[in-house]
């Protein structure tokens, strides 16, 4: 069965600075999806960025980047320019790829941002 | 183009009473899940649907639980009776069900508070 681990509970950055969150995936297949959703105060999920397991180029969307090391099974977030709006609780999840998979979260990390 | 829409985005409600949660996924969207999030278990999957059929429920946590799918643009989770232990947010999202579309998008949430 694959495990998705977020080994930081809680994690802060300064306004405007870099801020890497980890991520660590086990699993047995070869061609997955994965993700970083942000879950604010309203509790609502909001994709933030997604990784095919397949394509070697790490995603980027604006400020959000992710560095993806299949061999390791590491995912991890930068979020650069920190804004106060960022402050959130981010997860890691799975999916394998055929469509009808569930999605697998990890645990959480809930990022404090300073001014 | 609107999100996954669920009602009601907050309940409360009496221990024994019959609660009902509605989801109506993404238009086009295949599959259909539903997930609860407490404090001490984090992000569950309770069940999911593919082309309205129950593929896994496992996560369903006893008989009081069940779900329902008569369509393609409505499912239900249905609670009865209630517990406290049941106070949590629920979630229902959607997903695609093509090549490339593996993204989850999730509703907003019902926030449950069982007494």
Request: net charge neutral.
């Amino acid at each position: 069965a694959q495990t998705v681990t977020q080994s930081q509970p809680e994690m802060s950055v300064q306004e405007a600075e870099t801020v890497t969150l980890s991520c660590t995936y086990d699993t047995s297949e070869s061609d997955y999806y994965l993700f970083w959703y942000k879950q604010p105060p309203s509790r609502q999920m909001i994709l933030v960025i997604r990784q095919e397991a397949y394509k070697q180029q790490n995603a980027t969307e604006n400020r959000f980047s992710v560095n993806f090391q299949k061999a390791a099974k590491s995912f991890s977030l930068k979020i650069s320019d920190s804004q106060l709006g960022d402050a959130a609780m981010y997860f890691c999840a799975y999916r394998s790829a055929g469509n009808t998979g569930k999605l697998i979260f990890g645990q959480g990390t809930t990022l404090q941002v300073k001014p | 183009d609107a999100g996954v829409i669920q009602s009601p985005r907050h309940e409360v409600t009496e221990m024994g009473q019959e609660v009902t949660l509605r989801c109506k996924p993404i238009s086009g969207h295949n599959s259909l899940f539903w997930y609860r999030q407490t404090m001490m278990r984090g992000l569950e999957l309770l069940i999911y649907f593919n082309n309205n059929v129950p593929i896994d429920d496992s996560g369903m946590p006893e008989d009081r639980f069940s779900a329902k799918m008569p369509n393609a643009s409505f499912s239900t989770l249905k609670i009865q009776p209630s517990e406290p232990r049941d106070s949590a947010v629920y979630f229902c999202a959607s997903s695609p069900d093509r090549v490339g579309g593996n993204t989850i998008y999730f509703g907003e949430g019902s926030w449950l508070t069982v007494v």
